[in-house]
């Protein structure tokens, strides 16, 4: 099972850097839209009338994708003062359940965000012209990722791998597709 934990670690590494980028690349081209806007409105005195749907959908965007990378290189803060006096077997324990509760919120985000999505894609964003389920799509995405995200933390953990979480040392030396270490040193 190890090695197919490796394997899929590899597969997730990569969905991660890929949604991590797309997030960056979101956050500045939003970062342009609002500056352009901004000129706009103020030295020539006329607007982009684009420039804040798409704003708004970018940030969407970078917000639920990055939200999800943040679970799965434990960089999301977490309260463990109760763990630090409990055996590690039961530490484990506790944070394979911590991932089952953010996989059912992940479901639901990528449920109730698909519901929306289909809903609104009759209507229009007004100055885009693009469907009104743009606005949703975010949610439905960032939940399919934190449930692949904390799937992948609870498989390596049954195969004995470690996962990181909050205050680990993330500048250590990281493996191809791996979260730093943390958990089962």
Known sequence: MRNVVEKLAVWTGWLGRAALWLSGIG??????????????????GSSLFWAEPASVILMGWFIFLGAAVGIREGYHLSFDVLLFVLPEKVRLTFFSISDLVVAAFGFGMLK??????????????????????????????????LMIFC???????????????????????ELEGEAVTGEGN
Request: proline fraction near 1%; charge should be positive; hydrophobic fraction near 55%.
């Open 112 to 145: 109730y965000g698909w519901e929306l999505a289909d809903k609104m894609a009759a209507t229009t964003i007004s100055g885009l012209g693009v469907s009104g389920a743009f606005r949703f799509v975010p949610v439905a995405a960032g939940g399919a990722l």
């Open 27 to 44: 956050l500045v081209l939003m970062t342009a839209f609002v500056f352009a806007q901004v000129f706009y409105r103020y030295v020539l």
């Open 151 to 173: 799937a992948e933390r609870i498989l390596r953990r049954l195969a004995g791998l470690s996962t990181s979480r909050f205050g680990d040392d993330h500048d250590a030396a």
